[in-house]
């Protein structure tokens, strides 16, 4: 489980992890590190390892077109706080929350993994139908994944940034999450990432 | 509020420490590095169906490709591989089908070369090639490529060539035989199969490691009457 976990935060430089944390990230970070949506994110994340450790499906083309907007939807719902006071009603933690888990399950089931050994063994293990037996491995690697994203959610909660500096962290946030999803949308991103990839060979 | 920025900055401690620990544990290399997967819109409904041995039932051996006894290891009958789909053909090969390989214990990998994991284990997939190529063993590299520059078969070559990859290699440049062989949408790099002599899968991993696992279950395949 431990192996699991740090195999995780080791992948999360490498490019094929790119789509699992960003939309996750910007969430996290568009709600300053939140209660409810730190948990959603978590939760979120986990779910969608386990479902893609079951491998029954995966989000492309149009489905993954369609979750792109989703996606930036939810976004734009979590970024609207920072930018508007008339959206108070957005900052319903019951709300964040299921918006936080909804990206980050998105981002699972986009998410193309890295396989190291801890990953492999866990991937081999569903596919040989013992799903169950796997899932304690996937929840691991996928906490470990998230956990630079949760270190930052919690900096955030407990530094309580001021509004003009939140502007800026948040409006990067928002650039960065919704620019991403559409690139998702327009079916792009894997070239963001092929470039990462040869850049890192 | 104080306490709630409190309890955050308390959790923020113990999530870096908990990063910190669980690397200086684990060790902060990356020879674990990444390998991916990629997908298909339809799960294709083939039959192979993945299974690496428990490692609890493993007793692994000396490398040996003298080995005569067979070493304990569980390699259930995962019934005969499916067919290659839509090839690009064959590099670095005398033959042009896994058929013609009857008789022979074979590893079939998917790899690309731009995949980290992939190239990860090579040194072992070299280290196999040596101890047990020839007459009795085989390896068949199908690359498949995730982007575009990994379908150039000069690419691929001249990776192949720095790489030290000597075995044949399949060109799989639409992954149709990747996903064709592993079940589900989403299909992973690196993955083995262990074929035996008659063509039956008989181990399956998918990702880097379980070295040792994979060079008892070759010694146990070769040492099987033919």
């Known amino acids: ?201 | 509020m104080t306490s709630s920025r409190t309890i955050a900055g308390i959790g923020a401690g113990v999530v870096g420490v908990a990063i910190v620990a669980a690397l200086a544990a684990t060790g902060s290399g990356t020879d674990d590095a990444p390998a991916t997967a990629a997908t298909v819109d339809t799960p294709n409904n083939e039959t192979v169906a993945p299974a690496p041995p428990s490692s609890s039932s493993l007793s692994p051996t000396p490398s040996s490709a003298q080995a005569t006894t067979a070493p304990s290891i569980d390699l259930p009958n995962r019934g005969v591989h499916p067919e290659f789909r839509e090839i690009d053909g064959w590099l670095q090969s005398d033959v042009a089908s896994l058929e013609e390989l009857r008789g022979k214990v074979v590893a079939v990998q998917f790899w690309t070369f731009g995949c980290h994991n992939c190239t990860a284990t090579l040194p072992h997939m070299q280290a196999l090639y040596e101890n047990y190529g020839g007459d009795n063993f085989e390896i068949v590299g199908i690359h498949a490529p995730e982007f575009d520059w990994e379908a150039d078969v000069g690419n691929i070559e001249n990776a192949a060539a720095d790489l030290g990859v000597t075995w044949p290699i399949v060109l799989d440049t639409n992954k149709r035989t990747f996903h064709y062989w592993q079940e589900g949408p989403t299909g992973h790099w690196p993955r083995i199969y262990l074929l035996d002599r008659d063509g039956n899968i008989r181990y399956d991993h998918i990702g880097e490691g379980r070295y040792d696992e994979i060079d008892t279950a070759v010694q146990a395949l070769l040492a099987e009457p033919a």
């Open chain 1, 1 to 201: 489980m431990l192996a699991a976990f740090a195999e995780a935060l080791r992948a999360t430089w490498q490019p094929c992890t790119l789509v699992l944390l960003l939309p996750p990230l910007a969430a996290v970070v568009l709600t300053r590190g939140r209660w409810a949506p730190l948990a959603g994110t978590l939760v979120g994340a986990v779910v969608g390892g386990w479902v893609f450790a079951a491998n029954v499906v995966f989000l492309s083309g149009v489905r993954l077109q369609l979750t792109g907007v989703l996606v930036a939807g939810a976004l734009g719902l979590l970024a609207a706080p920072t930018f508007t006071s008339r959206a108070v009603w957005l900052r319903s933690p019951l709300l964040q929350g299921a918006l936080a888990a909804a990206v980050a399950f998105a981002a699972a089931l986009w998410w193309r993994p890295c396989v190291g050994r801890e990953l492999g063994v866990i991937l081999s293990t569903a596919a040989n139908g013992s799903l169950g037996a796997a899932l304690p491995g996937m929840t691991a690697y996928m906490l470990g994944a998230m956990a630079p994203i949760a270190l930052v959610g919690l900096a955030l909660h407990a530094l309580k940034p001021p509004q003009r500096a939140m502007l800026w962290i948040g409006g990067t946030a928002a650039v960065a999450g919704l620019g991403f999803s559409a690139l998702l949308v327009a079916d792009r991103h894997s070239d963001i990432v092929s470039t990462l990839t040869r850049w890192t060979l």
